[in-house]
Each structure stands twice: as structure tokens, then as C-alpha cells.
């Protein structure tokens, strides 16, 4: 994973930010996609895996307020992906690519 020093600072006041806003509810977040796999290019976006207990309306709308806000400051792009914790455990899911690729090459921040 090579991320430049305004990813990293953008990735570190993301998951700052959610944790002081979601406590508990904040379960993990992942790093996937080029930036983890090691194949990415200047042009490529964060792709962030943010798991929470549950997926409300209000938890979605701040975690894409929060990304926003760090695109922004940072001149970044996160796209985050949100999953409750029960639906990415869930059987169905593990087998598909998605799954996989966060599993093998997902780096936790």
C-alpha cells in the first residue's frame, strides 16, 4: 500500500472523525481496491469498507458527509462502501468477488 501523505492524512481524520461520531457502532474500516492491492494509478480513488453495527439512513448520511468533507480539504477522492456487520458475515456475500478481494488484499486502518 503506498498512499501519498494527503491520502494518509485524509484516511486518518476520516476514520477519526467516525469513531468520535459513531463510537461502538463503528465496527472496521478497510482500505481496498488499488491503493491495498498495489496497482493503483495517480488518478485511482480510496475505496474505504466502512462496517457498523447497523446501516441507518443517518449513519449512511454521515459517513458520505465525513468522505465529502475530506475529498474536499484533502483533495482526495474516498468512496466508501458500508455494510452493517451481520450482511458482510452473511454466507451469501462471502462468496462473491467483493468479498474476496477486501478479504485477501483489505488493509484495516
Known sequence: MILSEKEHNAVTEFKSILTNKL???LIEI??????????STP???LDLLVIVSE??????DLIY????E??????????PIIYSK???DNDYLKHTYFYKATEQDGISI
Request: cysteine-free; charged content about 25%; proline content about 0%.
Open 23 to 25: 463510537g461502538k457502532s
Open 30 to 39: 478497510k482500505l481496498f481496491g488499488s491503493k491495498a492491492a498495489g496497482y
Open 43 to 45: 488518478l485511482s480513488d
Open 55 to 60: 446501516v441507518t439512513v443517518d449513519i449512511k
Open 65 to 68: 458527509d465525513v468522505a465529502v
Open 70 to 79: 475530506m475529498n474536499l480539504k484533502y483533495d482526495v477522492v474516498i468512496s
Open 86 to 88: 451481520s450482511t458482510f
